[in-house]
């Protein structure tokens, strides 16, 4: 029994790197994340995620369009695409504001990701402006950058005015600052301070914090909210805070 154990542990931990190898390969990444739904704070789940890029105006309405999306694990907003090193908000450079979007494939596909894309755009989809707001998909695989340019040339078949969305590689992200992100929900300090999202840190890495963000700003709907809500373990006090404020937020648009 006793020489049995370390082949046990070794083909454990092939499968594991065979497993690793096919995910790295379709491209995707295993992350630990502060599970949704298990009951215990602070339990870790291990996902196979995919992740996505885009750049659609100002990153603090991606930020809560995206978070709420079923299958969309986590976001993170920050600039992209332009080459000047460390930018920042004052100074951005060639970069565009993008939302970061980790997402299970499983659940969201790239092709729904893009369908919010497109459908989301308050400027620059056919209007030239700034490089900080403009339309950008950066795709991180091949599959990404077919489905972007086959789901960009649909839409230029529904316009006649030409389509200015920028497709390209996906290279460097540069995080935002911290106000930056989960910009709406930082303006409910006791939701952010009940659910435990105590810290710049916990809220930047947090998939809680990326559902409340969406939520709060009235990003989703009333019935995605009540069928979610079991998984996000609120309070019951935090639960009504949040379903006021995405009744009366629903459908209000984003502002930036
Ligand atoms: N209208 C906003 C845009 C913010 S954004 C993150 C502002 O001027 O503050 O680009």
Known sequence: MASSQPIVDSSAGLSKMLALNLALRRGLTTISYHCLSCKMPGQLEEIQAKRATFGMGCFWAGDCLFGVLPGVIKTC???????????????????????????????????????????????GLTTKIKRQ?????????????????????????????MVLTEIRKFEKFYTAEDYHQKYRLRDHPWLLETTGLTSDEIIRNSPLATKLNGYIAGAGTIEQFEKELPNLGLSEKASQYLQKYVIENQGNGLYC
Do not use: C
Request: charged fraction near 30%; aromatic fraction near 12%.
């Open 133 to 161: 707001y403009m339309s950008l998909i950066l795709y991180h695989d091949e599959e990404q950058k077919l489905l972007g340019e086959k789901s960009r040339e649909q839409q230029q078949r529904k316009r006649t005015d």
């Open 77 to 123: 907003v920050g600039y992209a695409g332009g080459q000047k090193e460390s930018p920042t908000y004052r100074n951005i450079g060639d970069h565009t504001e993008v939302v970061d979007v980790e997402y299970n494939p499983d659940m969201v596909s790239y092709s729904q990701l893009l369908d919010v894309f497109w459908k989301n755009h308050e400027y």
